[in-house]
């Protein structure tokens, strides 16, 4: 791969955080007043109907809140939605332009959610070099937009395969991905370091990273997340892992709480060691997680202020 990864000013470090749909309003807003993240990163959910109800976002806008304030913005674009209901691609990534935003993470969507599949969708491969169109275009008509977002794409550290799936991610490099933001390798330590040798052997190790940080609030949400990384529940690192999530949680509260904090603060420390790490991408899921990671940056920027200061961006 020729890729130029040097260009630092595209690629500065950066906080971002995941816009949990479980969450309340007040607790996001919170967490967005900490002053941690530079970015709100958007999913791009199949059924908006079936998720209203719990999206904290949704209500923001009923109260007036259709924006973040000054955070910068990625929305996820997901390639299973050409066709859809919600509208063309090509449309939505001129939407993210318009609105000024810093990127658009284009991923292939799960099908399996979506109650009106489009069979002639096109794959992430397909996006993303429909994305590098739509930067150009968006280069020479500056006068009508308010940005040109760089194109991220996503992995998955913990692939069963992790050959094939560094295979993949330089294949999405080619077709115009200029970042990755992974799932969070911090889950299964062990399965993340076959995969970082994958990336060593497809000549990805510099390629910038954003590493993601998943923020469980006790087992079910770890268990989905193992779900979410397709790991099998009877992988022997996996089932490791949640025994000692189950010890944990019988030691008490306090010190179940004061467990997850520890969890939190490893993923963030072997984060930043992923080699090309341009910044960390946190995903609190629900109101649980939220308030984990509020706890984390209040307690942790005072205590240890080193540990914070040196990741927040500006």
């Known amino acids: 791969l020729n890729t130029d990864w040097n260009d630092v000013s595209r690629f500065t470090p950066r906080a971002t955080v995941e816009i949990p749909v479980r969450a309340t309003w007040a607790n996001v807003s919170g967490l967005l007043d900490s002053g941690m993240f530079n970015t709100g990163v958007h999913g791009d959910f199949p059924d908006p109907a079936r998720f209203s109800r719990y999206s904290p976002i949704a209500r923001g806008r009923e109260e007036g809140f259709h924006r973040l304030g000054a955070l910068p913005e990625v929305h996820t674009i997901a390639a299973c939605r050409w066709g859809a209901p919600t509208g063309n691609l090509q449309d939505r990534l001129r939407l993210c332009a318009r609105r000024g935003d810093q990127a658009a993470l284009l991923v292939g969507g799960d099908t399996k959610l979506w109650r009106n599949p489009n069979p002639h969708t096109p794959d992430i491969f397909a996006l993303i070099a429909d994305a590098r169109i739509v930067q150009e275009e968006v280069r020479e008509n500056m006068h009508v937009y308010k940005s040109v977002p760089a194109i991220w794409c996503g992995a998955n550290p913990l692939a069963q395969d992790p050959e094939r799936e560094a295979e993949r991610l330089a294949a999405k490099v ?36 954003i590493v993601g940080i998943c923020v469980p609030s006790g087992r079910a949400a770890l268990e989905h997340w193992f779900k979410v990384c397709l790991i099998n529940n009877r992988d022997k690192e996996a089932e490791a892992v949640m025994q000692q999530w189950r010890e944990a949680e019988l030691k008490g509260t306090w010190l179940y709480g004061d467990f997850r904090q520890h ?48 990741m927040k961006i500006g």
């Open 174 to 209: 080619a077709a115009g991905a200029e970042v990755v933001v992974t799932q969070p390798p911090s889950l299964l330590p062990i399965r993340a370091e076959r995969f970082r040798d994958a990336l060593r052997r497809n000549g990805l190790e510099d390629l910038p990273k």
């Open 263 to 310: 969890k939190l603060e490893e993923a963030i420390r072997s984060a930043k060691e992923v080699p090309g790490m341009v910044g960390l991408h946190f995903i609190p899921y629900n109101d649980q997680g939220i308030k984990d990671l509020t706890s984390f940056i209040i307690n942790r920027g005072i205590d240890e202020p080193e540990r914070i200061h040196d």
